[in-house]
């Protein structure tokens, strides 16, 4: 079978997994739709506003609209991240921490004009990130869970929205700060003075631009509404903390800009104050605890606003609730789409004073009636809103307008300017029924807006369902699919395009919306029909071929006993980890969970040998064994059994040290978060950070070391090529420039400006210069992957063995030196050569028993460099973790592939289950030992700034970097899963340790890798299961949290713990998925380049 074939095959099955889950996708995380109505002073939502023009709907104000305005301007201060108790005075606090009692200013002005100031708790709609918070607070809706995506790709606005009512209704609005404003209200403001907001590393730059422009734009006339958004105080969380130094003096600068903008206020401006979101007391948000959806909002205005309160307990509003509020006090519309809620902020005018509610109620009324109509053309547009929710809600709304119309003209009839104690009662009565209303209907939209499509959702399952089927039976029957995968690949691909195409005519012709994803549906159902049709078509034909698949289908499933413990035990094991999904306690400690399992995959795998014998002598007891191989074999097995306990030991260390990097999550209380995740710019002991910072460049060097060392025990450092160089030299330097980056990134900021500038630039250079050495290692070892060293010499190949200049300790392994015999090479190019020269010329090949692992090492290598600098230094000691356990797994894996199949040769050339499945959940635990939880709030977007200081023109390259930082693990372990197959092949010469006994029983040298060039066509059917067997491991995960989401889609944890570990989950497999292809294209690619040095060195010998 050709190896183009193995990766198309792989291809195919990656795109039928990636057709089911964005048919899931489209069902399960559905968009709100959007209203692309306006409102606008003609149209208001009551035939006329009270006391206005009934032609017009406008107010006596004619710069009003629906209501008469409070005020003429507005300045609206965003300080990103500002928490409640940020904002929360407490005088009795004598010991604050650093984020406590700093805005002093709020406290003086709440306490000296109670009538003037309110301190309100700002709840914040889930999910907390920006451009959600942005959008709720400008168009009074509510966010849809995919919105979260977005949150770094900001499109414009469509909906109507507050900037777009101001703008419509000729005021100026001034923008400065945050330049996500830009993205989402493109063309819409008078003057603005943008700054780039994704270095979350930059404290200063945002905040310092604002405060250039502030006072004097304050001071001026040339703005109506004046938005400002600062971006420190969130910065400081995501790069410090709360409770780090830097976030007071974050908070002093705040404090301090408060007091001079209230001193500018002139008596018709109103003041604004809020936090978009809080923070974690790591400094994240994006997800819905305490302390991220409580944020503060402080509003002030020159003259009385508010009635003094008996209490001092602050009010809570909810965030969407202060656009029909600003909309009514700025005398413009409110916008079409908004559910929010009027505040408390309308109190009459002095001569009404004794009547707090009549204001009160005409801003609900005209709030209420906007509401209805968005509800009726909403339920008119989507049907996504339950027909007996809106006929409840059309029952509040007719019962609260007939109520407020029957007062009004009652008030109107009687003429009475302050109405008595008994329309005071009806009007608090009224009060009650207007907001009842309004919090009833945005209850329910929030609860519709979690719409799904269960169809969609249900096909996306089958289609998945079908694929891990389809991978299960490929990797059984893989030896068959050599002869059959005519019928098995290329007739389903043929099949599901002709029914793509048919679909996609059929719905031009019949002038239906052409979906993509529909027509990746019927794709891949006409292939998975194909495929299985020519499958199981194939167990019912006589011929010799089907008689194959039988023979071989019924080796790979009906199995005898022990076969078949071996076979379920693994999968027994993973369908326990896929089970464990449906509970939320298990997906909250999945670190915990995939460790243990792990363990016992490779417990129960030694076990296993010990349990078949595999680790006695018992079998060398045989009269036919002579009495030396005999006692040599038992030392050997002996020998082999502790070298086994002793990687054991060594891997369940690796486990157990590397939960010391765990992540915490919210709902885990008790839990503290490791230490090592927190860079070293945040020690403030400086004895601590150089500890730590030697600790990390040991861990970086001795992971370097083990490298190098690894290449040159097995010979693979002695060539000359340029890759070798690069291994020598290259990766060195790439460990200097690392060390002198983290060198960098530990400098204290409280430093000298000139030291900061050049920090500031050394940060940018040196990654870039990494960036650049690790790209050209990758195209080195593209362009030429051998690292084999060849030595034409005279000498026999017992004197050139022994020649070998290391330790004599290692001298009787020999892994170094791969004696080719020559005749091999004759036998496999068809060249002869006569009697005389085959006793005069021997060659030797230095590391071509290696040649593939080698590759793939320095890919591994570069890889693991890379994503050491997107973390922060401390992981490094994780990341050697990680090598020191994945190296310690192989050996075991070897070990037991060459316990296990010492007779049988083609044993080599399959990957069980155990090692498949125990690799991936090594890649899910070390997601976890990377400090990274499937949470928003737990993403490391400091990834993004690695050399990139000033930030990015597009949004691709900071996707990608955080992307790699993130998934980490996966892309390691993806890259690295063609071990599982090449290992055994390694540590095949470790079986004969004595040489005495190779002569006398007359085998021939080993061959460790060259076996797979003996055998190409087991080599493509091994590379095929291995690719098969692991799409099924990560697509039955992935089929497992899909089912947890779509079966718990009503759960009252599914939009903070199973939707969230859902999309975490297809991002792992879509990442492992495009590396692993990548991986065995480079496998074939490295093949290649073998094939190459054969045939040269056979030329080059020949002439």
């Known amino acids: ?380 547009a989507a049907s996504d809103l339950p027909v007996t929710k809106l006929k409840y809600l059309k029952e509040l709304f007719s019962a609260a307008v007939a109520e407020y119309n029957d007062l009004i003209t009652n008030v109107q009839i009687s003429g009475k300017v302050v109405p008595d104690r008994d329309f005071h009662s009806r009007f608090q009565k009224l009060l009650i029924s207007q907001r009842r209303y309004l919090r009833e209907t945005k209850e329910v939209c929030r609860e519709s807006w979690a719409r799904f499509n269960p169809i969609h959702m249900l096909c996306g399952i089958l289609l998945l369902a079908a694929t891990c089927i389809q991978c299960f039976l490929v990797s059984e029957t893989a030896t068959t699919f050599e002869s059959l995968y005519t019928q098995l690949l290329l007739y389903p691909v043929v099949w599901g395009l002709i029914a793509g195409l048919t679909v996609y005519i059929w719905m031009l012709i019949a002038d239906i919306l052409v979906e993509p994803l529909i027509i990746c549906f019927w794709i891949a159902v006409a292939s998975h029909v194909s495929f299985h049709w020519n ?116 891997f369940l260390l690796c486990i157990l040290l590397s939960s010391n990097f765990y992540n915490c999550r919210e709902e885990l209380t008790d839990c503290e978060p490791s230490t090592f995740l927190k860079p070293l710019s945040r020690l403030n002991n400086s004895q601590q950070r150089n500890f730590h910072y030697i600790l990390s460049v040991s861990s970086l060097a001795a992971l370097v070391y083990l490298i190098r060392k690894w290449f040159l025990h097995y010979g693979n450092l002695n060539s000359s090529h340029f890759v070798v160089f690069f291994v020598r030299l290259g990766f060195p330097f790439i460990v200097f420039c690392l060390c002198c980056y983290w060198a960098v990134n530990a400098v204290p900021e409280e430093t000298s400006i000139k030291l900061q500038e050049l920090t500031k630039k050394i940060a940018a250079v040196v990654p870039g210069i990494v960036f650049v ?52 090479m004759q036998r496999s190019m068809n060249i002869h050569f006569n009697d005389n020269q085959m006793k005069t010329r021997t060659v030797a090949a230095y590391g071509l028993g290696t040649v593939y692992s080698a590759a793939f090492l320095v890919v591994l290598a570069l890889l693991t460099l890379l994503l050491i600098m997107l973390h922060n230094e401390r992981m490094s000691l994780a990341f050697l973790l990680l090598f020191l356990e994945g190296f310690s797994f192989l050996e075991i894996h070897g070990t037991a592939r060459n316990l296990s199949l010492r007779s049988d040769n083609i044993g080599y050339f399959s990957v069980p289950w155990y090692a498949v499945t125990a690799w991936a959940f090594a890649a899910t635990q070390f997601f976890y030992a990377t400090g990274h939880q499937p949470t928003f709030p737990a ?92 799409l099924f491991v990560y697509g039955v995960q992935l089929l497992a949290s899909v089912c947890a989401a779509a079966v718990l889609r009503r759960h009252l944890m599914v939009w903070k713990i199973f939707a969230p570990k859902f999309l975490f989950e297809a991002l792992g497999f879509v990442v492992t998925s495009i590396y692993l292809l990548i991986t065995f294209c480079f496998m074939i690619r490295v093949d290649v380049g073998v094939n190459k040095w054969f045939k040269e060195l056979l030329l080059q010998k020949s002439r």
Request: glycine share 6%; proline share 5%.
């Open 773 to 824: 050495l690790v790209m050209t290692g990758f195209l080195i070892v593209l362009w030429n992957p051998i690292t084999v060293f060849v030595k034409d010499s005279r000498q026999s190949d017992e004197t050139l063995a022994r020649s070998y200049k290391g330790s004599p300790e290692m001298e009787d392994d020999s892994l170094y030196v791969v004696p080719l015999i020559y005749r091999k």
């Open 1 to 380: 079978m050709p190896r183009i074939v193995t990766v198309l095959t792989l291809c195919w099955t990656c795109l039928l997994f990636y057709a089911g889950l964005g048919l899931f996708l489209s069902g399960f995380l559905l968009v709100r739709v959007e209203l692309r109505h306006r409102s606008s002073c003609r149209e208001a939502p009551i035939p006329a506003a009270r006391g206005g023009h009934p032609e017009t709907g406008l107010s006596r104000d004619l710069h009003s609209c629906w209501m008469s305005r409070r005020f003429s301007r507005a300045v609206l201060l965003v300080i990103d991240a500002l928490r409640f108790d940020f904002a929360k005075y407490n005088p009795e606090n004598r010991n604050p921490k650093p984020y406590q009692n700093k805005l002093d200013v709020i406290h003086h002005t709440l306490v000296s004009k109670p009538e003037h100031a309110r301190l309100f708790q700002f709840r914040a709609d889930p999910p907390t990130t920006t451009m959600q918070r942005i959008k709720g607070m400008t168009t009074g809706t509510l966010p849809t869970f995919i919105d979260v995506g977005s949150n770094f790709a900001s499109s414009a606005i469509q909906e109507d929205n507050l900037i777009l009512q101001f703008v419509q209704n000729e005021k100026k609005v001034v923008f400065m700060g945050d330049d996500t404003w830009q993205g989402l209200f493109p063309n819409k403001f008078f003057k603005s003075f943008p700054f780039p907001s994704f270095n979350v590393k930059d404290l200063h730059t945002v905040d310092d631009g604002i405060l250039q422009h502030i006072y004097t734009t304050v001071a001026g006339n040339e703005w109506d509404v004046l938005i400002a958004h600062f971006l420190g105080v969130d910065h400081c969380g995501h790069k410090y903390g709360p409770h780090h130094s830097a976030m007071a003096e974050k908070l002093s600068q705040m404090n301090k800009m408060l007091r001079s903008v209230i001193g500018q206020l002139q008596n018709d401006t109103l003041l604004v104050v809020l936090g978009d979101h809080g923070m974690t007391n790591t400094g994240d948000h994006g997800g819905d605890s305490e302390g991220e959806v409580n944020a503060a909002l402080f509003i002030y205005s020159t003259h009385p606003l508010f009635e003094i309160k008996s209490t001092e307990d602050p009010d809570i509003v909810s965030q969407i609730d202060l656009v029909p509020t600003l909309a009514l006090l700025l005398g413009v519309p409110i916008p079409y789409s908004n559910i929010g809620m009027v505040m408390d902020m309308f109190i009459s005018e002095p001569k009404l004073e004794n009547n707090q509610y009549l204001e009160q109620a005409k801003a609900l009324h005209i709030n209420v009636m906007q509401v209805n109509r968005f509800l009726e053309s909403y339920s008119y």
């Open 535 to 650: 499958f199981w078509r194939a167990r019912l034909d006589n011929d010799r071929i089907v008689n194959k698949l039988i023979q071989s289908s019924s080796a790979g499933i009906q199995q005898n006993w022990k076969s078949c413990v071996k076979f379920l035990v693994p999968l027994g094991i993973l369908l326990l980890r896929c089970l464990a999904m449906f509970s939320n306690s298990f997906v909250v400690t999945e670190g915990q969970v995939v460790s243990f399992l792990l363990k016992s995959i490779v417990i129960v795998t030694i076990l296993n040998l010990k349990w078949n014998g595999k680790l006695t002598s018992y079998y060398l007891t045989a009269p036919f064994v002579p009495e030396m191989q005999k006692n040599s074999g038992s030392v050997s097995y002996r020998r082999e059994s502790f070298y086994l306990i002793g990687l054991l030991m060594a």
């Open 939 to 1030: 993403i490391q977007w400091n990834a993004a700034f690695v050399g990139f200081i000033e930030g990015h023109s597009t949004n691709i390259l900071p996707a990608l970097l955080v992307g790699m930082n993130t998934f980490a693990s996966h892309i390691l372990f993806a890259v690295g899963s063609p071990l599982l197959l090449l290992w055994p092949f390694v540590r095949e010469m470790k079986n004969s340790k004595n040489k005495n006994i190779k002569k006398e029983s007359g085998d021939e040298d080993p061959m460790m890798e060259m076996r797979l060039r003996e055998n190409p066509q087991m080599f493509s059917v091994a590379m095929l299961q291995l690719g098969m067997r692991y």
